[in-house]
């Protein structure tokens, strides 16, 4: 895991971390745009901190946010978020996650 530097300003959509496992590398972008306060150097020792404690010690970055309530407002949930990444799998060609054993999509 790599992180970008703290004290920059990132726009939505950035890349503030890449993350890297045994069979994959990608980049972490930001949902949000904002001024980077911290990382989550523990997950330099223990990466796997990201899949035990997601909600907890596995956190990636902190933002300070330019305007969250209109970042928050361009980001989907619920059958808008299902219905848009449907439609990027159907894009790419995909028929399930390649990474999630037994998915298929709806």
């Not at 890449?18 to 590398?25: H, N, R």
């Not at 035990?52 to 209109?70: C, K, T």
């Not at 439609?87 to 709806?106: K, S």
Request: glycine share 8%.
């Amino acid at each position: 895991m790599t992180f970008r530097p703290t004290g920059h300003h990132y726009a939505r959509d950035a890349t503030v971390a890449v993350v890297e496992s045994a069979k994959w590398l990608g980049a972490y972008r930001t949902p949000i745009a904002g001024v980077l306060l911290e990382t989550n150097t523990a997950l330099l020792e223990d990466p796997k901190l990201v899949n035990r404690s997601p909600n907890r010690r596995g956190w990636l970055v902190r933002l300070a946010p330019d305007d969250l309530v209109h970042d928050l407002s361009e980001l989907l949930s619920g059958p808008a978020a299902v219905a848009a990444y449907g439609a990027f799998m159907t894009r790419r060609g995909l028929d399930d996650c390649v990474h999630c054993e037994g998915y298929e999509l709806p």
